[in-house]
């Protein structure tokens, strides 16, 4: 007697879920265009840029990231990460934020003077930066054609492990908030995304 068939049914492929780091930057251009690097269709990360549009204090870095988390389906693994920069921006304020993310859950990269200065990191050890304009001044002495809308960062990805060690180098023992000094705590994230991205080519 012949059996009786089951239908036969499709299975709908099983997609790999790949980590999402949602990244509020206090820039509009410069950071976004820096972690933009590392977002590719073939990397085993995601990334989510929330860009400053009018309002770029910490607050509102530190709002827009609280936002996000409303409308992301988040799971346990995925990371926020808020952007932010040292120059121009109170103690308290700084303060006020750094507590608000260990309160959400949430991570600080910091920069001082600024975002600059972790570029910078990319090419020296960052030495005798006294202010932000100094920052940008030895930063265009390796990118000449720099500007905010204008980062070439095909030439900065070859030298991402040594802004990653210089980093580090300078972060012992590791702040607790930000650093007092210049410094970057940027490549806490950056080491991440290097790590697990498939970024672009080298040449």
Not at 43 to 57: C, D, E, G, V
Not at 90 to 96: G, K, S
Not at 140 to 156: A, E, I, Q, T, W
Not at 170 to 177: A, D
Request: include cysteine.
């Amino acid at each position: 007697m012949a059996r009786n068939r089951r239908p036969f049914k499709r299975r709908k492929p099983v997609l790999d879920y790949r980590k999402l780091f949602v990244i509020a930057t206090e820039g509009r251009k410069t950071e976004p265009g820096y972690f933009q690097l590392f977002n590719s269709k073939e990397a085993t990360i995601r990334l989510k840029l929330l860009p400053s549009r009018h309002r770029t204090s910490p607050r509102h870095v530190l709002g827009r990231a609280k936002d996000a988390v409303k409308e992301e389906q988040l799971k346990k693994t995925d990371e926020i990460w808020l952007v932010i920069d040292m120059d121009q921006w109170p103690a308290d304020q700084l303060e006020e934020v750094f507590a608000g993310c260990q309160s959400a859950g949430f991570h600080l990269a910091v920069s001082n003077p600024k975002f600059e200065y972790w570029l910078l990191l990319h090419f020296e050890d960052g030495g005798g930066v006294e202010s932000s304009r100094v920052c940008s001044e030895k930063l265009r002495h390796y990118l000449p054609d720099y500007d905010k809308g204008n980062l070439p960062v095909h030439r900065l990805y070859p030298w991402i492990p040594d802004a990653i060690r210089r980093a580090k180098e300078k972060n012992r023992p590791p702040c607790e908030k930000w650093p007092e000094q210049n410094g970057s705590t940027v490549y806490l994230i950056v080491e991440k995304l290097y790590e697990n991205a498939a970024c672009l080519s080298k040449e």
